[in-house]
């Protein structure tokens, strides 16, 4: 088990709902991020917060909004998702957010909208 | 913008084999190289992490070379085992960003 956690593992959505995905670490890192896993395609960053700031969107539809109320925990807030939007939601952090520092992952949350 | 590619694909191999997964990137300024694994449905687990000053890194079985005026790496495995069959991934910071910037990795299979 690494010291990335997320929660939930799996997760099941309508196009209409509105759900959160959590992700917390424990290795006393100050910069967190969200990346998108599809199918076929590379992981790609979606957003990434260094001490709380939000440093990088990297053009992420605003039904995607995060939120991050310190350093130790990251949010992503999903509303009015398609179904192009079901992939593995992975956080990971590290220590600042530039510089030669290893980012640590958690197991992700697979998302799936339909 | 960066642009990592992995070579091969997927990669199937009997046990005990010694095997090379490669990775290339398109621009050489990057903060560090590091390689991943991830089993079927899961996260990323960090194997190894080159700096960009370093020229390899080790650990266990695992061997990972960095050829950054080439834009070139190499993960090495020695006498693999089924245990080792996952997928395979490539990453790079840049010194523009926060972003590791991935490539689509190299499936492998180790059969008994």
């Known amino acids: 088990e690494t010291g990335v956690t997320q929660t939930p593992r799996h997760l099941v959505m309508g196009m209409t709902n509105k759900k959160s995905l959590k992700c917390e670490q424990h290795?006393?890192?100050?910069?967190m991020y969200w990346y998108k896993q599809s199918a076929k395609k590379p992981l790609e960053l979606m957003f990434v917060y260094s001490l709380e700031e939000r440093v990088e969107n990297n053009s992420v539809p605003s039904r995607f909004s995060p939120e991050c109320p310190n350093s130790s925990h990251l949010f992503l807030h999903l509303h009015t998702l398609q179904p192009e939007d079901s992939a593995l939601y992975l956080c990971?952090?590290?220590?600042?957010?530039?510089?030669?520092?290893?980012?640590?992952f958690g197991p992700g949350t697979r998302l799936t909208v339909t | 913008k960066q642009e990592v590619t992995q070579i091969p694909a997927a990669l199937s191999v009997p046990e005990g084999e010694n095997l090379v997964l490669n990775c290339s990137f398109t621009?050489?300024?990057?903060?560090?190289l590091q390689w991943f694994r991830q089993d079927p449905g899961k996260g990323l687990t960090s194997l190894l992490l080159?700096?960009?000053?370093?020229r390899e890194q080790t650990s266990g079985r695992l061997n990972a070379s960095l050829d950054k005026s080439s834009g070139r790496s190499t993960l090495y495995i020695a006498a693999s085992q089924p245990g080792d069959s996952a997928t395979y991934l490539c990453a790079v910071l840049s010194n523009s960003g926060y972003a590791l910037n991935f490539g689509k990795g190299t499936s492998l299979l180790v059969t008994p």
């Open positions: 621009d050489s300024a990057i903060y560090n």
């Open positions: 990971a952090s590290s220590h600042t957010g530039q510089g030669s520092y290893e980012q640590y």
């Open positions: 290795l006393g890192h100050n910069a």
């Open positions: 080159i700096q960009s000053s370093q």
